[in-house]
């Protein structure tokens, strides 16, 4: 069976730090890999996503994310965090050729000035 | 706008009551999900019809139902409503072997008096 797990439920930062969410999943095939973001009272948006080919995947508002088969991971980086970040995030997988999507827990970020 | 359509945006009814909440997928997308979000629970998979059809269960509760009409707008109903019901619910939309993953819509916002 599939699942993923974000470590860590809360994650701050200072405006122009590093960001990064992390990401493992649990899966028999090679999976699809997802990041999605919530920003308050909104909906999920999708951020980027993984299926085939280039295992570094770039998204909306400069971040982007690595496949690494060999440890299971997807993590969610951006150079340089800017205020308008702070929001939710989820990962999630799924296995190809089905339509179901199993989401992480969600991590929530903070950027403070 | 993401094309997944939610109505009302927000619900406010006692206890006892029975809700009807509303989704237009987006078009050309076949599968309606339905999600359940609380501060204490985190994003709850309900239920998902695929064309017309049920097609998984996830944490629904018997008070609940849902459905999906020949148009693929969906209707999710909420009965014998507890304050515990309280919730954001949202509909998310996906076309077959959702590689490219969901789109949610902006959410419907209930609260139970």
């Known amino acids: 069976a599939q699942s993923v797990t974000q470590l860590g439920s809360h994650v701050s930062v200072s405006e122009g730090a590093l960001v990064l969410l992390r990401c493992n999943y649990s899966?028999?095939?090679?999976?699809?890999l997802f990041w999605y973001v919530q920003y308050p009272n909104q909906g999920l948006q999708l951020l980027l996503k993984?299926?085939?080919?280039?295992?570094l995947v770039k998204g909306i508002n400069g971040f982007e994310a690595e496949f690494k088969k060999s440890e299971t991971s997807f993590h969610l980086t951006k150079p340089s965090a800017h205020m308008s970040d702070a929001a939710e995030y989820f990962c999630a997988v799924s296995e190809p050729n089905t339509d179901k999507l199993i989401f992480g827990t969600g991590t929530r970020l903070q950027v403070f000035p | 706008d993401s094309g997944v359509t939610q109505t009302p945006k927000h619900l406010i009814t006692a206890t006892g009551q029975r809700v009807t909440l509303r989704c237009s997928p987006r078009?050309?997308?076949?599968?309606v999900y339905w999600y359940q979000q609380s501060l204490d629970q985190g994003l709850q998979f309900l239920i998902q019809y695929y064309n017309g059809e049920e097609r998984a269960k996830g944490n629904i509760l018997e008070r609940f139902s849902a459905q999906q009409f020949p148009d693929l707008h969906s209707e999710l109903n909420l009965s014998s409503l507890e304050l515990g019901d309280s919730a954001l619910y949202f509909c998310a939309s996906s076309g077959f072997m959702g590689g490219a993953g969901y789109t949610f819509g902006s959410g419907t916002r209930l609260t139970v008096v």
């Open positions: 899966s028999s095939v090679p999976p699809y």
């Open positions: 078009s050309g997308d076949l599968s």
């Open positions: 993984y299926t085939t080919g280039a295992t």
